[in-house]
């Protein structure tokens, strides 16, 4: 029996605390992930291919982010009060009820849900620095991002960034390891790709009508860019500002893309098609395509989790599985059942 801890956490934060008892995790963590049906932030062990969720760690909550591969994640629960919702960039949408959101520390111990003050409202999705020290929110509708940085021991909350000027729809956000750069894809007539060094400020640095999403390499010194209307992969060079480009292979719906290194060490750009069912991996000095992996369901996004693995696809209802795409022993995708209810963890 393998007993994971964490020594506690300073965090300068509002009230409102949840605790539980100290977990107990039987087996090789692969690692936590939020499970929609469920409401819950739950532990997956095992290798994948015979992997498992383990119980309910921290529930209640609509939506949730985990740092990857660390023991703490970002959360948001229902609100009682309602009041009148004001979006960054748009007239009043009525009323609307406030959801609130919390750091969730100490997974693999005495998971603690604590409050954070100075979020704008409840964001699209949740996108971390690869070190999992910032941690950007943002909304698609809204037109918004705001930056948690100092994660997870001291939290400092950055002021709300209105990118409704930017014009078109936001469809992407991604930063680099440290969060030290942002990116956003912009889709539109006067549409492209974002950058900003700052977190606030926002400069064109490749027009394009119809970016989809994008992934900044381990090191930070390229972009990689899904081209939605061209059907191509652009690898934009920070420092340099320039860009080659490279035909996706058989994609034609292609919705997620990240970055990685394979067993030999190579860098490695994923790719997910959604209607298209395939899930693919580019050597990007070479250009060409090293996986070619045939799906039976539509992948949802890529999201680094385990020590040589992704989630491709979230479960959204009870009795959905979790899918995995693997890379070690060999390129595979695997499934681990669907978690069981909530109970064990905190209401």
Request: proline share 7%; with cysteine; charged share 10%.
């Amino acid at each position: 029996m393998h007993r994971l801890w964490a020594l506690p956490l300073g965090i300068a934060l509002s009230v409102g605390s949840l605790c539980s008892q100290p977990t107990t995790l039987s087996g090789p963590l692969q690692g936590y992930t939020f499970d929609l049906p469920s409401q819950s932030f739950r532990a997956v062990i095992g290798l994948p291919g015979s992997a498992f969720f383990g119980s309910a760690l921290v529930t209640g909550f609509d939506m949730g982010w985990v740092a990857p591969h660390q023991n703490y994640a970002i959360g948001f629960r229902p609100g009682n009060k309602k009041r009148r919702e004001v979006t960054v960039g748009r007239a009043p949408a009525g009323d609307a009820a406030i959801n609130t959101g919390f750091l969730v520390t100490g997974l693999d111990s005495s998971p603690v849900s604590t409050r954070i003050t100075g979020v704008s409202g409840q964001p699209d999705a949740v996108v971390w620095s690869g070190d999992g020290s910032v941690a950007v929110l943002y909304s698609r509708g809204g037109a918004w991002l705001q930056v948690l940085s100092g994660l997870p021991g001291t939290p400092q909350v950055g002021s709300v960034v209105d990118l409704s000027a930017l014009g078109g729809s936001l469809s992407a956000v991604a930063t680099d390891q440290q969060g030290k750069s942002i990116a956003l894809a912009i889709q539109g007539k006067n549409g492209g790709v974002f950058l900003s060094s700052d977190r606030q400020n926002f400069s064109s640095a490749l027009p394009m009508a119809n970016p989809v999403a994008l992934t900044f390499s381990s090191d930070g010194a390229s972009l990689y860019i899904l081209d939605g209307g061209t059907l191509q992969l652009d690898v934009f060079a920070v420092n340099s500002y320039t860009s080659q480009t490279f035909p996706l292979n058989g994609l034609q719906d292609p919705i997620a893309i990240a970055s990685g290194r394979d067993a030999q060490g190579r860098s490695i750009v994923y790719v997910a098609g959604a209607s298209d069912q395939i899930f693919q991996a580019y050597d990007p000095a070479t250009q060409q395509v090293l996986v070619n992996l045939p799906l039976y369901f539509q992948p949802t996004g890529i999201a680094a989790f385990g020590p040589n693995s992704f989630v491709i696809c979230s479960p959204s209802k009870s009795g959905d599985p979790l899918w995995l795409f693997a890379s070690v022993p060999q390129p595979a995708v695997y499934f681990v059942p669907a978690a069981q209810s909530r109970a064990g963890g905190l209401n």
